[in-house]
T-cell receptor, first 110, second 114 residues
Framework: GQQVMQIPQYQHVQEGEDFTTYCNSSTTLSNIQWYKQRPGGHPVFLIQLVKSGEVKKQKRLTFQFGEAKKNSSLHITATQTTDVGTYFCAVTDSWGKLQFGAGTQVVVTP | DAGVTQSPTHLIKTRGQHVTLRCSPISGHKSVSWYQQVLGQGPQFIFQYYEKEERGRGNFPDRFSARQFPNYSSELNVNALLLGDSALYLC?????????????FGPGTRLTVL
């Protein structure tokens, strides 16, 4: 099955700074979804990307799907304490089975 | 509208015991999936059910089984519990069908095996 690698595993960010987390695959991905899991919480859907080169924005979050559909990125600008959590990328099959990356754990320092 | 609900929220069992976890999907959702999340890792797919039929099975031993009921709720059963089964068990629901759809996760059941 399709596997995705996420980097970095851990990101320590000063409040107000920007950061990017990456999701990479050795094979072409049909789609990619991003989820956020707050400490002690459950994954919450953020976005789905399907098209090559697709870019989607949600306020301070920018999601991108690579031209070759082998990688994706999540960029957060002006990080806030509410951005704390673990961000997962995941690939789905046609029936919705999710294969998650290992996640990027984000810690924000005020 | 109510989200995905799971019960119980926490559970403590001993090795060799059996456990049943329950999940109620969002109203109108026909697909339920189960995931195991060990601390510090991403969720791992266990099962998916759509319209009461198994649509996918992850790389888990036969000690793990599941089913979906006519009202689309689901149970996950784990027999002969091992220490390594200690994890957060997540249920996710979606409208389902052969399309890529976003998944809505429940709060999970935290299982501790002693």
């Amino acid at each position: 099955g399709q596997q995705v690698m996420q980097i970095p595993q851990y990101q320590h960010v000063q409040e107000g700074e920007d950061f990017t987390t990456y999701c990479n695959s050795s094979t072409t991905l049909s789609n990619i979804q991003w989820y956020k899991q707050r400490p002690g919480g459950h994954p919450v859907f953020l976005i789905q990307l399907v098209k090559s080169g697709e870019v989607k924005k949600q306020k301070r979050l920018t999601f991108q799907f690579g031209e070759a559909k082998k990688n994706s990125s999540l960029h957060i600008t002006a990080t806030q304490t509410t951005d704390v959590g673990t961000y997962f990328c995941a690939v789905t099959d046609s029936w919705g089975k999710l294969q998650f990356g290992a996640g990027t754990q984000v810690v924000v320092t005020p | 509208d109510a989200g995905v609900t799971q019960s119980p929220t926490h559970l403590i069992k001993t090795r060799g015991q059996h456990v049943t976890l329950r999940c109620s999907p969002i109203s109108g959702h026909k697909s339920v999936s189960w995931y195991q999340q060990v601390l510090g890792q991403g969720p791992q797919f266990i099962f998916q059910y759509y319209e009461k039929e198994e649509r996918g099975r992850g790389n888990f031993p036969d000690r793990f089984s599941a089913r979906q009921f006519p009202n689309y709720s689901s149970e996950l059963n784990v027999n002969a519990l091992l220490l390594g089964d200690s994890a957060l068990y997540l249920c996710a629901s979606s409208l389902g069908g052969p399309q890529v759809r976003k998944q809505f996760f429940g709060p999970g059941t935290r299982l501790t095996v002693l």
